[in-house]
């Protein structure tokens, strides 16, 4: 569970708030960091280990 400003939200709530925050400027820890790899700046392996979802920053990476 994580910190909200109301109490605690389960994680899979928070990450659908930022997910259909976008419009608003959040963005997603494994979007983050799978941009920063892209950009050369994070070595895929040591951004991995800090993936929220692997599967999804896998093809986040993938996708680009």
Do not use: C
């Amino acid at each position: 569970k994580m910190a909200s400003e109301g109490g605690w939200l389960p994680g899979y709530e928070l990450a659908n708030i930022i997910h259909t925050g976008t419009k608003e400027g959040m963005v997603s820890l494994d979007k983050s960091l799978s941009d920063l790899v892209r950009q050369g700046l994070v070595k895929l392996e040591d951004a991995f280990g800090f993936a929220n979802d692997p599967e999804l920053f896998k093809s986040l990476v993938r996708r680009f």
